[in-house]
Nanobody
Framework: QVQLVESGGGLVQAGGSLRLSCAASGLTFSNYGIGWFRQAPGKERVFVAAIGWSGVDTYYADSVKGRFTISRDNAEDTVYLQMNSLKPEDAAVYYC??????????????????WGQGTQVTVSS
């Protein structure tokens, strides 16, 4: 049974940092790309960042480039999202998800199969 568990969310002031974790189980983790998506109240779930199975390929939404960094530890079956210089507009529930897609297909939400339950990020101004 595949399980993805996000953690690390919380309340932070604008300009602050958080590191989200996505711990996976029940799958051969190193075979999968991992994406982070976020969903604010009343809005669609949108792409934030993704990392290919090897960790070499990374992709970011324009809104987070230069502020967020995605990384993975295949020995620990975990992906991280380091979020710096947080803005109020970054507030959302953040979800991680798995995909067998590669390259630019990592940016497309429909290519993801397993999803975690999400972790809330709140940014105060």
């Amino acid at each position: 049974q595949v399980q993805l568990v996000e953690s690390g969310g919380g309340l932070v002031q604008a300009g602050g940092s958080l590191r989200l974790s996505c711990a996976a189980s029940g799958l051969t983790f190193s075979n999968y790309g991992i994406g982070w998506f976020r969903q604010a109240p009343g809005k669609e779930r949108v792409f934030v960042a993704a990392i290919g199975w090897s960790g070499v390929d990374t992709y970011y939404a324009d809104s987070v480039k230069g502020r967020f960094t995605i990384s993975r530890d295949n020995a620990e079956d975990t992906v991280y999202l380091q979020m710096n210089s947080l803005k109020p507009e970054d507030a959302a529930v953040y979800y991680c998800a798995t995909t067998l897609a590669t390259g630019s297909y990592l940016l497309t939400r429909n290519n993801y199969g397993y999803w975690g339950q999400g972790t809330q990020v709140t940014v105060s101004s």
